[in-house]
């Protein structure tokens, strides 16, 4: 439940991060989206959350995490393309109150799912309240240690979307990862040339877009 809820904290704010540096490229750099966004970051995760804490909906969180992995690169693409919606030509700028509906609509996705797990993993706790102090915890670990590794790999060493199809492969191994560590051997070099794939196939896709 751990490792899991580290992996919550690893995800929702790298997805955050690659998503607020997406529409400030997007939206011409302008930083009052970069609140709205988040304003819509936060009304995600709570209907996430809520959604999610309902008895009747049970979903392994492996699930949910492979879908998150699909979803991030998915919600950057269309964030990039979205200002097309409302403008002839890229590059023109559009109406303030129609990126601020573009801005909060982009994090819904990544957001509401990113709340969803979170009562997904407390589920498997066997004491409710000790497990959502644990998660806790850890999801805030995740988010330090995601938050600092995207800072300084985006731009840096990949694009924002390679680094959205890169978060989602790294959570999904660390995930499956097992703990024999004669496998770890093996399957961490899978991960590298994974990562060195997307390193070298993504910005064709990036020109692209």
Not at 47 to 65: E, H, N, Q, R
Not at 75 to 101: D, K, M, N
Not at 123 to 150: D, M, N, T, W
Request: charged share 10%; aromatic share 12%.
């Amino acid at each position: 439940m751990n490792r899991k809820a580290f992996l919550l904290g690893f995800f929702s704010i790298g997805g955050q991060v690659l998503l607020l540096r997406e529409l400030v490229a997007s939206f011409n750099g302008d930083e009052l989206f970069i609140g709205t966004a988040l304003f819509g970051w936060l009304v995600a995760v709570a209907i996430g959350a809520g959604f999610g804490g309902m008895k009747k909906i049970k979903i392994s969180t492996l699930a949910l995490f492979i879908v998150g992995a699909l979803l991030l690169p998915l919600s950057i693409a269309l964030t990039r393309l979205s200002p097309l919606l409302r403008i002839s030509a890229p590059g023109e700028v559009i109406r303030f109150s129609t990126a601020v509906i573009l801005s909060m609509a982009a994090m819904l996705p990544v957001g509401f799912l990113s709340g969803w797990i979170f009562p997904a993993i407390t589920r498997e706790g066997h004491r409710p309240a000790k497990s959502i102090v644990q998660v806790y915890l850890f999801e805030g670990i995740g988010a330090f240690v995601g938050g600092v590794a995207i800072a300084a790999l985006t731009g840096f060493i990949f694009s924002t979307l390679a680094m959205a199809y890169a978060l989602g492969c790294v959570v999904l191994f660390l995930y499956l990862m097992p703990f024999d560590n004669r496998k770890i051997i093996v399957t961490i070099p899978i991960l590298l040339l994974v990562l060195v794939g997307i390193k070298i196939s993504i910005p064709f896709l990036d020109v692209r877009l």
